[in-house]
Each structure stands twice: as C-alpha cells, then as structure tokens.
C-alpha cells in the first residue's frame, strides 16, 4: 500500500488528438491580483489530467477558465488564449453557454437542485430545450448508471435530490454533468468530502469515463492523481511548475518543487 | 473545579441575555395588552348581561344596561364619587341612548323580569316593560310572565311565556320578509336600474347622432313597469308584517308602539339563562361577520368591510409580487453595479419610509386623475358624455387603491427577493450555469424557486402592511358605505372601478366620525379585533405556503 502512490495507470491508446484543449501563454488576473502567470500546455483527447499543487496555487482557477465560470467574477483579465480543438474559447463568435454545453463541471462541493433526482439528471437536456419524455427517460438511465447511481435511486427517481446522501449527491452531480454528453469533464476536487468507498466508486467511475470524455480533475490526493491520472500538472503560487506523464511527475520529477511537493515535504 | 465553575463556566456575555430578553417582554406586554384591551372592549358588541331597572332619588327611573362605571369629575380626589353610564336605549324618546347616572342619586337597582331588550332596524336598542302583543293577523296577546318555578334546592327556573315565544315568531317573520323586500330592492331593482342606466346612456347617444330612438324609449318603458311592478312587489310582501307590534311602557312611563318590521332580535335579559345568552352572543356574532351594517354603521355587520378589505389585499398582493420580482430580479442579476443603482437601491428604501398618505396623495393625483382620467376618455368616453360627466375609473376605487398600496408596498417586496436572492448558495448558480443553462433560464429555473420562501415572506410583510393601512385608502376609493360589493354576479364579475368598505376605515369613521360616539365605542373595539384576526389569517395563510416550500429545501444543509 505504501507505493500506491507511484503504481501509475499505464498510459491508455493515445488516437485521440494531442492538443484537445490547448492553453496558449494564458495569464489570469483577478482585479489587480495576478492569479496565474502566463503558461502553456495541452491536453490530450480522452485522457485524465490532474492539476495538483498547494491550496491558492491557481488550480480552481485554471479549471474554471476551460468553461469561463470565472466570467460570473466581476474585474477579471486574462492574456493569452485557451483553444479547444483549435477554436478559441474567447472566439465572440462562440457562445458561453454552447461552450459549456460541451464542457461539463463537477464541483468540489455537490450541488443538487432542490428538485427531483430525476430533473436534476435531465437538467442540461431541458435547458437545450429538449423535451420529449423517452429521450430524457433514456438520458437519465444512461448518466445515472455512467455514474453508477442507478441502481441506488432507481425506485425513487421522483424524490427530492436534497435526500441523498453526500456520496450519492457527488455522483448525481456527476450523472447531471455527462448527461448531455459533453466532451469535456472538468471536476474540482470531486471527492473532498467523501469518505474512501465513495471515493472509489468515483474514481473507477473516472476511469469509465475516460473511454469517452477528456477529463480534467484538480486533486489534493497525491495517491488520487497517481490512480486516476495519465497526465498531470503540478502549480505552485499561479505558476505551472511541472507537466508531464503522471509516471513521470511522480517517480522522476524533473524539478525540486514538484518533488518538495509530491513527497509531502509542503502543501 | 467544580467549586470555581460559577466563575469559568459562564462567557462573559451571558448575564445579558436576560437583558436582551426584556425588549421582547416589553413588547410582548405591549401586544397582550393591547389585544386584552381589544378582546374585553370588542366582546361587550356580543355579550347580552342583566339589565337593571335603577331607581333616582327623584322618584324618576331609568331602565338601561350598565356600560362603565368612572370618578365623577370634580368630585374630590380624597372622596371620590362615582357615576354610572346606563345604555337606555329608545333614541327616538329619550333623545339620547346613553345616559351617566351619579351613584349618589341611586336609591334602588332591581332587576325586573319582564324587561323586554329590543334591537333594533332604527334608533338603536330599546329597553321596554311589554304589556301587549299584536301579532300579524292583527290579534291581540296580552304580555304576562308567569311566576319561575323555583326547586327544592333554591334553584331557579325560568319559564318561557308562549307571549315571549309569540314575540320570538314574530321576529323571525318580520326578519324573513324584511330580507325577501331587501333582495327585491337591492337585487332585482339593481338590475333594473343598472339596464335602465345603459338605455338612458345609450338613448342620450342615439338622441345625439339623431339615430332613432323608438327602440330604446319603448326599453325603458318596459323597465320603468318593471320597476313599478317591482317596487309594488315590495310593498306587498312588507304589507304582510305591517300589523304585528309591541305596545309596552318605558322607564317613565310613556307608552311605546314598536313594529315587528323594525325589530331584529329580542331578548328577555333578566330572564335568560346563560346558554340563551350565549346562543344571542353567537347570533350577534354571525350578523357581526355575515351582514350588512345598519344606523351609520354602528350597528348590524361588517361582512361588505370584511370583504372589502380582503379583496383589495389578495389584489393588492397580487399586483406587487410580480412587479416586486421583476424589479428585484432586475436590481439584483441584471443592472451592473454603480453610481446609479446605488441611487436606486437607496430610493427603492427610502420609499419604505415615505408617509403613507403621501402616496395616497400620489394616488390620486396620478392613478386616479391621469390613468384613470386616460382610461375613462379613451374607453368609456360615451358614458363621460351621456351620463353627465360621471367618471368610471377617473374616480377612486378598488384598482386604484390596491394600486396605491402595492406601490406602498413594493420597497418590501424588492427588499425581501434581492435578499432571497442573494441567499441562494452560490453552487447552485454555478451548477446551473455550468450545466449550459442561460442566465434566464437560471433565474426562472434554479433562483426563482429556491427564493421563493424568501419572496413569500416580503409578501407576507407587504400584506400585513397593506390590510392594515387607512390614509391612502381614503382618498383612493374607499367609503364609509358602499352600496354594493366589489366582486358580485353581474359581469366582469370584479369591479375594479366600484369604491368599497374597508375594515380600518370602517374604525376610523366608526370612532372619529359617528354622530354618536357612545353607541360606536365597542364596535370600535370589534372592528378592531377583527382587523387583527383578518391580517392574522391573511399572514397564517402565507406562512403556511411559505412552510411548505421551505420543507422542499430542509434537506438542503448537509
Ligand atoms: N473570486 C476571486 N476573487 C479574487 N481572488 C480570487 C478569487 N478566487 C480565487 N482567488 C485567488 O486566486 C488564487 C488562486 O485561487 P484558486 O481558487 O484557484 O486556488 P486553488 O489552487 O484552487 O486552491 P485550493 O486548493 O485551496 O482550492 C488565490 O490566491 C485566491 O485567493
Ligand atoms: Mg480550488
């Protein structure tokens, strides 16, 4: 158990395309406050990449940049560019809310609706305007059972979101958020508040997911990026210190800070 | 360190929360007080006691119901005196109904059973020794009570006289019919008179465009026989109690006549046990909330003043929810922050604390005369010119007052949702957001419903406000007596533009305006309790819709 850390996931069939989302010299700042200095680096089509790093180091922010949820700050700037698939997010041609239709968000604290489990899943699907019973039926059943939550709520699909438990509201608010088959994943610390069995579930949950998302997941568990993980990147105050395959970054680290870091000497 | 535990176990603050407390006590003191004074003075409406036949030194007597007993004033504060108010009753001889008698002056009190207490259609009550009865036919019932059967343990027994049982009948004849009269004069009349009105309107507009007028003037004939019959139906029905009366002696004395017609209940008050007086209080109690008021409103219901208050409130809130909402939404998701939101949001509170009558004031200059001014010539411009320039909207009435006090009341409406809004967890906006809804879609989907408690209760506050408020209301559209209710049977079936009765100008006329201010005093205090009750109701209904929206979050704090 105590290598568990550093037995990384080999690296899956990599057919997809290299640079999926593309971050270009992006620089961020909040108000006066610079939050991320200027970095670069891509991420690769249906893979998991973890952003580690001490708390305040940018992650959340680097994160909420992939969907402009930091558009709902007020006094944000930011430099450089963020593509996926070669088209920039900040294109004005491109929509907010289409590019957050193809770029789904798990936060670190779950957040259902106050509604049924059921509307909670069909949720994205009925602000597209989607509203024929089967097609919501079957998109319900599939992101429930994606998130392994069906067979738990299947009899109560009608009852209010707010009664489930914290692990089963993480993996609804997952289930809501590959309900309209985005492409991307974004999840911010998913498992902070669960205890170890959920947290698995989860985490085998990510593996499957892989197959069809590029996944993107902020992580203060070292031995959570090692298992997940293909890729990851490791922040220090705004700073991208280090990016490389999780194998590397965790058994060769290239540089002092990330080995600092990854052995526990801080953070 | 059990021993030391006085000292360390209690924080600092701790001996202040008794200080914190007496600012409810006060306030609840306050508002006990208030509704003990409300409920003791309101019951005596309902309550029927024992009324006295009071010997004077004089050798002259009155026959009342004691009402309050005071210092006399200028009596020596070391010897107080006292003087007695006696409800007498009879207006029409005694000139007045109420009377202070110096307790000095009494020689004797006795309670006489054959004291018949009368209320009535006209003149107030009246306290009477019965002698004779003519019933309807005409025939006559001499009065005698005969003497109560007293039992082996003291007790006593009353015995109801067929002569009071006749009186009972006669009464409830004579109330049947009068109802029966005021259904043809108020219902079937009313309808006549509200067809002859649009043909007089619309014969006046043929007369003007020279179109012919055979058909109209042959209409109103028609209704004017129509009207005639009517009225002789009338006649006829109220022929039927026009013999049956109460021939008694007063006080003094003098003999009176009183008709079953003006009679609406009767009671024996010294004879009565108290069941009978608790079955008269509910009788009272139902005519207090289902009738119609009588003399000025001083006596008989409230029900047009109940009513009226509870529609204008239920429209009122209905008119600033929404606007509140919008606005709030507007305030809180859309406007981008500055200079003069900030104007606005200060102006949006200070509204809250602008005089009521100020906008009573406004109501009328700018609902009442502009809108409504607007309205009546672009829409009702024949009634204007063929109906001797009387208004429909350009006068106050039921829109123009739940107008007045939404815009009285829209501060707390917008208060209360930016509030709610505000306090919805900022991951749920996010959630939603993040799920690719619009911010539209947000608001309405995601915000509205979960501040929807929050919204509930600045509504609840508005209403509160709202039902409870007089000053606009005065010069908006509410009178002391409105011939006809604000929602009815004719079509639309709510009228917006009838003026109507509301509860709280109903005490301030009741108690500052009524010619006699004895009589109004506990109908005063009636009203008052029933105001309470109504605003409770009103806020108990909201509180229980807000309580079930609220249980749709309980498992929100996880
Ligand atoms: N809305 C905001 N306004 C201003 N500054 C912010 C805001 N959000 C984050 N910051 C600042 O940006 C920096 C990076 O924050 P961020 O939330 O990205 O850190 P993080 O790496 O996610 O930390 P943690 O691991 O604790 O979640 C921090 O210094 C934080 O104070
Ligand atoms: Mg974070």
Same mark, same amino acid.
């Not at chain 2, 649009?198 to 007028?213: F, K, S, V, Y």
């Given at each position: 158990m105590s290598n568990a850390r550093f037995q990384a996931r080999p690296a899956t069939d990599q057919t997809g395309r290299p640079d999926f989302i593309s971050i270009k010299n992006f620089g961020f700042w909040y108000g006066d406050k610079k939050a991320l200095k200027s970095m670069s680096l891509d991420i690769p089509e249906r893979q998991v990449v973890a952003f580690i790093g001490p708390s305040g180091c940018g992650k959340s922010t680097l994160l909420r940049n992939l969907n402009r949820m930091n558009d709902l700050v007020d006094g944000i700037r930011h430099e450089g560019d963020i593509e996926i698939k070669g088209q920039s997010i900040y294109d004005p041609g491109l929509e907010v809310i289409s590019l957050r239709r193809r770029v789904g968000m798990v936060f670190q604290k779950s957040n259902p609706f106050p509604k049924s489990i059921y509307e909670n899943v069909v949720f994205a699907l009925r602000v597209m305007g989607v509203k024929n019973r089967a097609v919501l039926d079957e998109a319900c059943e599939t992101s429930l059972r994606k998130a392994a939550l069906w067979d738990e709520v299947k009899d109560r699909l009608n009852d209010n979101a707010l009664g489930l438990s914290g692990g089963q509201m993480q993996r609804l608010c997952i289930a809501r958020a590959i309900a309209n088959r985005p492409e991307i994943l974004l999840m911010d610390e998913p498992c902070s508040a669960l205890d170890p069995i959920a947290t698995g579930k989860i985490e085998e949950l990510i593996h499957e997911l892989k197959a069809q998302f590029t996944i993107v997941i902020v992580t203060h568990s070292m031995q959570q990026a090692a298992r997940v993980s293909d890729r990851t990147a490791f922040f220090y105050l705004g700073e991208l210190i280090e990016y490389d395959t999780t194998e590397k970054i965790f058994m060769n680290p290239g540089q002092a800070q990330t080995e600092a870091y990854i052995s526990g000497r801080f953070g | 360190m059990a021993s030391s535990s006085s000292d360390n176990s209690t924080p600092k603050g701790e001996p202040w929360v008794w200080f914190t407390s007496l600012g409810l006590i006060v306030g609840l003191t306050m508002v006990a007080g208030l509704l003990g004074l409300v409920l003791i003075n309101g019951f005596s409406v309902f309550w029927a006691p024992?009324?006295?036949?009071?010997?004077?030194?004089?050798?002259?007597?009155?026959?009342?119901?004691?009402?309050?007993?005071?210092?006399?004033?200028?009596?020596?504060?070391?010897?107080?005196?006292?003087?007695?108010?006696?409800?007498?009753? /009879?207006?029409?001889?005694?000139? &007045?109904?109420?009377?202070?008698?110096? %307790? $000095?002056?009494?020689?004797? !009190?006795?309670?006489?059973?054959?004291?018949?207490?009368?209320?009535?259609?006209?003149?107030?009550?009246?306290?009477?020794?019965?002698?004779?009865?003519?019933?309807?036919?005409?025939?006559?019932?001499?009065?005698?009570?005969?003497?109560?059967?007293?039992?082996?343990?003291?007790?006593?027994?009353?015995?109801?006289?067929?002569?009071?049982?006749?009186?009972?009948?006669?009464?409830?004849?004579?109330?049947?019919?009068?109802?029966?009269?005021?259904?043809?004069?108020?219902?079937?009349?009313?309808?006549?008179?509200?067809?002859?009105?649009?043909?007089?309107?619309?014969?006046?507009?043929?007369?003007?465009?020279?179109?012919?007028?055979?058909? /109209?003037?042959?209409?109103?004939? &028609?209704?004017?026989?129509?009207?005639? %019959? $009517?009225?002789?139906?009338? !006649?006829?029905?109220?022929?039927?109690?026009?013999?049956?009366?109460?021939?008694?002696?007063?006080?003094?004395?003098?003999?009176?006549?009183?008709?079953?017609?003006?009679?609406?209940?009767?009671?024996?008050?010294?004879?009565?046990?108290?069941?009978?007086?608790?079955?008269?209080?509910?009788?009272?109690?139902?005519?207090?909330l289902f009738d119609a008021p009588r003399e000025a409103n001083t006596e008989g219901g409230l029900m047009p003043a109940i009513f009226g208050t509870l529609v204008m409130t239920v429209f009122m809130s209905m008119l600033v929810t929404p606007v509140g909402v919008i606005a709030a939404i507007y305030l809180k998701e859309y406007a981008k922050d500055g200079p003069v939101l900030r104007v606005v949001r200060i102006c949006v509170n200070n509204l809250a604390g602008v005089p009521s009558i100020v906008f009573g004031v406004f109501g009328l200059g700018f609902f009442v005369y502009v809108l409504g001014g607007t309205i009546d010539q672009l829409f009702f411009s024949d009634q204007l010119k063929y109906n001797n320039n009387t208004p429909v909207f350009g006068t106050g009435g039921l829109l123009w007052c739940s107008l007045t006090l939404a815009l009285m009341t829209l501060p707390v409406v917008i208060v209360a949702t930016e509030e709610a809004l505000s306090a919805v967890p900022r991951g749920m906006r996010e959630a939603s957001l993040a799920a690719g809804a619009s911010k539209w879609q947000t608001i309405r989907d995601i915000l509205l419903p979960a501040s929807a408690p929050g919204i509930l209760t600045g509504v609840i506050l508005a209403m509160a406000r709202g039902a409870g408020e007089v000053a606009p209301l005065m010069i908006v559209g509410v009178v002391k007596l409105a011939p006809t209710l604000p929602i009815d049977g004719l079509a639309p079936f709510l009228h917006l533009d009838r003026k109507f009765m509301h509860l709280g100008f109903h005490i301030y006329d009741l108690g500052f305006q009524s010619p006699d201010s004895d009589a109004a005093r506990p109908m005063v205090f009636a009203t008052t309790l029933l105001l309470i009750i109504l605003v409770v109701c009103l806020n108990l209904g909201a509180i229980t819709i807000r309580n079930r929206l609220r249980a749709r979050f309980k498992g929100a704090s996880f």
């Open positions: - | 024992q009324v006295p036949t009071v010997k004077l030194k004089d050798g002259s007597e009155i026959i009342g119901q004691f009402v309050q007993r005071r210092v006399r004033p200028n009596s020596p504060a070391s010897d107080p005196q006292y003087e007695r108010q006696y409800q007498i009753g /009879l207006r029409e001889l005694n000139s &007045t109904s109420y009377v202070w008698v110096d %307790e $000095l002056n009494i020689t004797d !009190e006795k309670f006489t059973r054959e004291t018949l207490g009368l209320e009535r259609m006209e003149n107030g009550p009246a306290f009477i020794i019965p002698k004779t009865i003519v019933d309807s036919t005409g025939k006559q019932h001499p009065f005698i009570v005969p003497n109560a059967t007293v039992d082996s343990a003291g007790k006593f027994h009353p015995i109801y006289t067929t002569a009071f049982s006749l009186i009972r009948a006669e009464v409830d004849q004579a109330t049947l019919i009068r109802e029966r009269v005021l259904d043809i004069n108020q219902n079937k009349i009313g309808l006549v008179n509200a067809e002859m009105e649009e043909t007089r309107i619309a014969l006046r507009r043929a007369e003007d465009r020279q179109e012919p007028t055979v058909e /109209l003037t042959d209409k109103l004939k &028609t209704l004017d026989l129509k009207f005639a %019959e $009517l009225k002789k139906e009338a !006649e006829e029905i109220s022929k039927l109690t026009a013999l049956g009366h109460i021939e008694g002696i007063d006080a003094k004395g003098r003999s009176v006549t009183i008709p079953f017609a003006g009679i609406v209940r009767a009671w024996e008050p010294n004879r009565m046990t108290t069941l009978d007086r608790i079955g008269l209080m509910f009788s009272r109690m139902q005519e207090f």
